[in-house]
């Protein structure tokens, strides 16, 4: 089965911007979707936004997030403006099959912290 794997997680400062990657073992635009969502300490896990096949982008929240995808790295981006503590969260990809079934990632913990 097709894996996604995220990456570039790590401690960041408040204020700073960080750029997470979603990479699959497969093409990751056999996906019908890719989406974002983030788990913070003692909450459920909420969506960010996703990106379809097409390139249409969506967001929960719009603002300090922004979706992108690059076909020559095979991989979908999160990119995160202006880091605030609250941001402090393990952040997932998550890809749509055609079949309607999900691939998800292990996260990758991003803590806003000075």
């Known amino acids: 089965q097709v894996q996604l794997v995220e990456s570039g997680g790590g401690l960041v400062q408040p204020g700073e911007s960080l750029r997470l990657s979603c990479t699959s073992s497969?093409?990751?635009?056999?996906?019908?979707?890719v989406a974002w969502a983030r788990q913070a300490p003692g909450q459920s896990r909420e969506l960010i936004g996703s990106?379809?096949?097409?390139?249409s982008t969506y967001y929960r929240d719009p603002g300090r997030f922004t979706i992108s995808r690059d076909t020559t790295e095979n991989a979908v981006y999160l990119y995160i403006d202006m880091l605030r503590p609250d941001d402090t969260a393990v952040y997932y990809c998550?890809?749509?099959?055609?079949?309607?079934?999900?691939?998800w990632g292990q996260g990758t913990q991003v803590t806003v912290s000075s």
């Open positions: 998550k890809g749509v099959l055609p079949s309607g079934g999900d691939v």
């Open positions: 497969g093409n990751i635009f056999d996906f019908t979707a």
């Open positions: 990106v379809s096949h097409a390139g």
